[in-house]
């Protein structure tokens, strides 16, 4: 069975700084990897995808994840924290079942950005 | 382009009482999901389908029914509802089979009392 694990389900940054939002997945087969953001009432957005082309994956509004097999890893980052990306980060890995393509689920992280 | 809508937004109901959820995607895809967001527990695939006439359980059905009549609806029912249904509840769909990722509704927040 695969499962997501995302480290720490509060994050806080100030303005400008660095996000790093954790993702740790176990998959016994080549993982398809997203990441959704949930902004206050809202559904789900999709950030970016792994497909498998390349390792550091760019997504919306400046984010970027990189796949690192060795380490089972999918971090989200940014360079720079904007106000506007207070909102909550979900990893999610699909599984491999033909005709069913489910989503498994991490935790959540709740991003907080520090004026 | 409206994508995946979800009806109704808000709804409060009775222990027992019974309700019908409706997800309607103008995508023309094939895979349709209902999942459950409960806090701190990312969300939970409760039934899906991958086709018109077609539906499975998912990790967390019991409670739930669905049915997918026509290729852009499906429906979650709750037949008597319980105080841990209280939930959000998320419906979202896919072109179809693949790596493309899932398209999501905004949402219907229930609360059983």
């Known amino acids: 069975a695969q499962s997501v694990t995302q480290l720490g389900s509060h994050v806080s940054v100030s303005e400008g700084a660095l996000v790093l939002l954790r993702c740790n997945y176990s998959?016994?087969?080549?993982?398809?990897l997203f990441w959704y953001v949930q902004y206050p009432n809202q559904g789900l957005q999709l950030l970016l995808k792994?497909?498998?082309?390349?390792?550091l994956v760019k997504g919306i509004n400046g984010f970027e994840a990189e796949f690192k097999k060795s380490e089972t890893s999918f971090h989200l980052t940014k360079p720079s924290a904007h106000m506007s990306d207070a909102a909550e980060y979900f990893c999610?890995?699909?599984?491999?079942?033909?005709?069913?393509?489910?989503?498994?689920f991490g935790s959540g992280t709740r991003l907080q950005v520090q004026p | 382009n409206a994508g995946v809508t979800q009806t109704p937004k808000f709804r409060v109901l009775k222990t027992g009482q019974s309700m019908t959820l409706l997800c309607a995607q103008d995508?023309?895809?094939?895979?349709m999901y209902w999942y459950r967001q409960d806090p701190g527990m990312g969300l939970r695939l409760i039934h899906y389908?991958?086709?018109?006439?077609?539906?499975a359980k998912g990790e967390v059905p019991d409670g739930y029914n669905v049915s997918r009549l026509k290729k852009q609806n499906f429906l979650l029912g709750l037949e008597s509802a319980a105080p841990s249904q209280t939930s959000v509840y998320f419906c979202?769909?896919?072109?179809?089979?693949?790596?493309?990722?899932?398209?999501f509704g905004d949402g219907t927040r229930l609360s059983i009392l």
């Open positions: 995508m023309n895809h094939e895979y």
């Open positions: 389908s991958v086709g018109e006439g077609t539906t």
């Open positions: 979202a769909s896919k072109p179809g089979d693949g790596n493309q990722p899932q398209h």
């Open positions: 998959s016994s087969v080549p993982p398809y």
């Open positions: 792994y497909t498998s082309a390349a390792t």
């Open positions: 999610a890995v699909s599984d491999h079942y033909p005709g069913r393509r489910a989503l498994t």
